[in-house]
């Protein structure tokens, strides 16, 4: 034991780096896109950027409840392909998709009937002249966007299950086709440019549902031509029916998931919106800082993905000894890189913001934002690792304290008093808040070494 036990094989890593590298390329591109994607709307003007940041932090709400929805019945499918049961995989695909459909609907009522009060709960300036145009931009491209929820919704249920089946190459060729369309016509909608029209805000917006339905269309035409390949593809529509016993199960250990996502992410909204009564210059800030870090935090947020396939099928397969070893030596590996990556962060936070055009006071906002959020990444990438550890045993209940209710009791009301009823500055009040992941990363790492979490579902 001792300090070797932290570190693997080199057969380990090779695995390791196998499924998360697909995973890695993918996410990266795409925030990389995203990056770029910004930097055009910024050019645009401070309003227009502020108004998509905050169609994207309700959209954001979405995408959390999407992954949430399809995380729960990912737990057994991972599990069932450990044991080699394709039917297994296959009732827990259609329980995705019912559950997929039935969000993306409540969803697209929420934007329809809500908008304006979910807009304007973000919206603190003096200048009217700029909420207005920050309001109009972001109604423009939140209802455009609406038009791309259910593509992004169905694709989550196929791209998940693939992942949990060891298959990561097929939803990063996809990803990877998809970003680059949408940079594409984010360039020729945006500006313009070679007869399209130029639409500003709202070209960005028709540029990523276009690449959503590309996705979708790959990821969903590629999966039913390989039935062979793929087999728990094959009759999944002949019929929706999902065994009784599977589908409580399935509710029982997903529901947590979906409200852990759902207030998680709505944590999230809600700290954004006590920083924004700072003024819609942290808004634009901060929404630069987000981009670019979110571009380094995908190292260590890839391996959660791993963390999920590979202790998931080694607990499926009654490996729980070698799931128990392996889960120690993940998490080792997700703060090694996340500990690098963050220290290439911090050297180069000032140097992004300076490809916006905005004001000097956004870009010393982003940048410190981007060197505090750094500084912070080692331990939010081993409290990440330990969250997926717990959740790939389906302790989905332990995972809803540990994460949503562990964001509203504690991070949310220190964001709320300090941004309503002290004047400290927003650098303060943030690095304030960000202190509070050392008491989540205490509760992980006590929770983890217990082994509470170790648990074969298909037993």
Not at 47 to 74: D, K, Q
Not at 240 to 268: M, Q, S
Request: glycine residues 8%; contains cysteine; aromatic residues 12%.
């Amino acid at each position: 034991m001792g300090i070797k036990s932290f570190f693997g094989t080199k057969a380990f890593y090779k695995y390791a780096i196998t499924l998360a590298l697909p995973v890695f390329i993918q996410q990266m591109i795409t925030n990389f896109v995203s990056l770029l994607d910004n930097i055009m709307v910024g050019q645009v003007g401070t309003e227009e950027m502020s108004g998509v940041a905050i169609a994207n932090t309700l959209i954001f709400v979405f995408n959390l409840c999407i992954f949430g929805g399809v995380s729960g019945p990912g737990i057994f499918s991972a599990q069932f392909h450990g044991r080699e049961n394709h039917k297994g995989v296959r009732d827990c695909l259609r329980y995705k998709l019912i559950l997929v459909v039935s969000l993306t609907v409540l969803a697209e009522l929420l934007i329809f009937f809500f908008h304006t009060t979910l807009i304007n709960f973000y919206l603190h300036d003096t200048n009217s002249e700029n909420i207005a145009e920050t309001f109009n931009a972001a109604k423009d491209y939140l209802f455009i966007m609406a038009i791309g929820l259910p593509p992004f919704a169905l694709c989550n249920a196929y791209a998940g299950t693939l992942r949990e089946t060891g298959e990561t190459a097929l939803p990063m060729k996809a990803g990877v086709i998809a970003v680059l369309v949408n940079l594409a016509f984010n360039y020729l909608l945006i500006f313009g440019k070679f007869g399209f029209p130029e639409l500003g805000v709202a070209g960005a917006a028709i540029a990523t549902v276009i690449s959503r339905y590309v996705e979708f269309a790959i990821i969903v035409i590629a999966t039913h031509s390989h039935k062979l390949k793929y087999r728990f593809i094959e009759g999944v529509y002949k019929s929706l029916k999902i065994p009784k016993a599977l589908f409580r199960d399935i509710t029982v250990k997903g529901l947590p998931l979906i409200l852990n996502e759902t207030f998680w992410a709505a944590g999230i909204s809600t700290l954004t919106g006590c920083y924004s009564i700072r003024g819609l210059d942290v808004v634009a800030g901060f929404n630069i800082a987000q981009t670019i870090t979110n571009l380094f935090n995908v190292g260590f947020i890839s391996f959660g993905t791993v963390i999920a396939i590979m202790i998931g099928n080694q607990l499926g397969a009654g490996k729980l000894k070698e799931a128990k070893a392996d889960a120690k030596r993940l998490i080792t590996l997700t703060v090694g890189v996340a500990t690098l990556i963050g220290s290439i962060a911090i050297v180069t936070s000032s140097l992004f913001p300076l490809l916006y055009n905005t004001t000097e006071s956004v870009r010393n906002i982003a940048a410190t934002i981007i060197v505090i959020t750094a500084a912070f990444s080692p331990v939010n990438a081993f409290v990440h690792a330990c969250y997926f550890t717990i959740r790939s045993g389906g302790k989905t209940y332990i995972t809803f304290l540990f994460d949503s209710v562990f964001e509203w009791c504690i991070c949310v009301p220190v964001a709320y008093v300090l941004a309503n009823f002290t004047n400290v500055h927003i650098f303060i009040l943030y690095f304030i808040v960000q202190t509070m992941v050392f008491i989540k990363a205490v509760i992980g790492c006590i929770l983890v070494s217990k082994g509470i979490w170790i648990n074969n579902l298909t037993d």
